[in-house]
């Protein structure tokens, strides 16, 4: 048998090297989980960072390894702002030149956090809407000026860093976790702490959670290895990864692991619960592995047992305030709270009286009314967003509508005009 490509031993070599960098984040309990699911739910809380994601472990790890020559051409990465802050704040405390590339999307907040990390040490550089494509810039820009590259996740440094939560959970413990959840974007994460585990806790189930419009690890373990996705949905930066990563995708096949995904709404909606419960501030991938247990009344795809240890690493805290009407709304839509009609209005005084009144249930909201335009005297259509106080209240008012002299059609959230709305 060929000798494993990432070792326990090497994830320990990556702690020893990390020592005094990073934070010994805490690992928190969390009541809300725990009752929801009977198990003892504890929180890896990588959001507490420095650069508030695990992300600085894979890159110091990898960057302090460079010899002189190396690091005197400089580093060069892609990254959807996560592993850019990394990448910067370990420049900066090597003393290192970077260029990091960034794709259109990366959130504001992420951009000034990677200058600011990185002071003079570092130059950021935007190109294309995905991380791929900032990656495929990275690449060029390595080969035509010099300086080693720094993936995101493709390389065994990158993975023995990130492995050295799973070293730290199970001394945090004292114990091994039955469960331990991991977000997955390239599987640089998920292929560490697998390695570490298979030899330092074999008995402890370690799933990866994608997110269901960038499943690029489940489609490369399909496929037989990597492929590269035609499309992703980037409402989840921190994951939109097009390809996962060959390194990464070798480990966690060799190791049997597994993946899982949940939907971006699910995600949405385990977010303002971390907030509003928990007082925790997740971005979008931060929120992925706790996404994964689900919401009272709707188990999610990583079932757990009662009395059960599991940990959750909440991956990343760097979430831009802007976002928070677009969760909300993405919440309320997979919640079955939020819904969006076309309604055709008579032309005649009272209409809109008459369906407040006899429509809407004494718990619903309009949240939007807009005149789509009128294709004559006697009626007019209207765009109108009501949100619910029950997503138990939905058949009633669909009965209401089917019974007024209304022409009412529902968008359905799959449906191409659907994506206008959220």
Not at 116 to 121: E, M, N, S
Not at 261 to 279: F, N
Request: hydrophobic letters at 40%; one cysteine or more.
């Amino acid at each position: 048998m060929a000798a494993p490509e990432l070792t326990a031993a090497d994830v320990d070599a990556a702690t020893a090297r990390l020592a005094g960098v990073v934070q010994r984040t805490p690992l928190q309990f969390c009541p809300r989980l725990s009752e929801q699911t009977g198990a003892d739910v504890w929180l890896k809380r990588e959001d507490l960072q420095p650069v508030r994601s695990y992300k600085l472990r894979g890159a110091y790890n990898l960057i302090a390894q460079l010899d002189d020559d190396a690091r005197a051409a400089g580093v060069v990465c892609a990254s959807a702002g996560n592993h850019g802050q990394g990448v910067a704040m370990s420049c900066r405390l090597l003393g290192i030149h970077g260029r990091i590339h960034v794709p259109a999307s990366t959130p504001r907040q992420k951009l000034d956090r990677m200058t600011d990390l990185g002071g003079p040490w570092v130059t950021l550089h935007v190109h294309g809407d995905t991380y791929d494509d900032a990656a495929a810039w990275a690449v060029a820009d390595a080969n035509d000026n010099g300086g080693t590259l720094v993936p995101a996740f493709d390389d065994e440094r990158i993975m023995a860093g990130q492995g050295t939560l799973a070293a730290e959970i199970m001394s945090q413990l004292g114990g091994p976790p039955d469960v331990l959840i991991i977000p997955v974007g390239g599987g640089g994460m998920l292929s560490g702490c697998l390695a570490w585990m298979s030899e330092r806790s074999p008995s402890t189930r370690v799933v990866g959670v994608e997110p269901a419009g960038a499943a690029s690890m489940a489609a490369a373990l399909d496929d037989g290895g990597p492929v590269t996705l035609s499309h992703i949905e980037t409402f989840v930066d921190g994951a939109a990864v097009k390809r996962a990563g060959d390194a990464p995708f070798r480990v966690i096949r060799d190791l049997g692991g597994r993946v899982t995904q949940v939907t971006e709404g699910r995600i949405c909606s385990e977010m303002l619960a971390l907030y509003q419960v928990d007082g925790i501030i997740a971005e979008p991938a931060g929120a992925l592995a706790c996404a994964a247990l689900g919401t009272p009344g709707r188990p999610g795809p990583v079932p757990v047992e009662a009395g059960q240890t599991v940990v959750a690493v909440v991956s990343g805290g760097n979430n831009d305030v802007s976002r928070y009407s677009e969760i909300v709304e993405r919440a309320l839509v997979w919640e079955g709270r939020k819904h969006y009609f076309m309604v055709d209005f008579p032309q005649e005084p009272g209409a809109l009286r008459r369906f407040l009144a006899d429509v809407l249930g004494p718990t619903d909201d309009i949240t939007l009314f807009e005149y789509v335009k009128r294709n004559n005297r006697e009626t007019g259509p209207a765009l109108v967003g009501i949100e619910l106080g029950s997503p138990d209240d939905l058949p009633g008012l669909l009965d209401r509508m089917a019974t007024s002299p209304m022409v009412v059609e529902k968008l359905e959230s799959d449906s191409a005009f659907y994506r206008f709305l959220v």
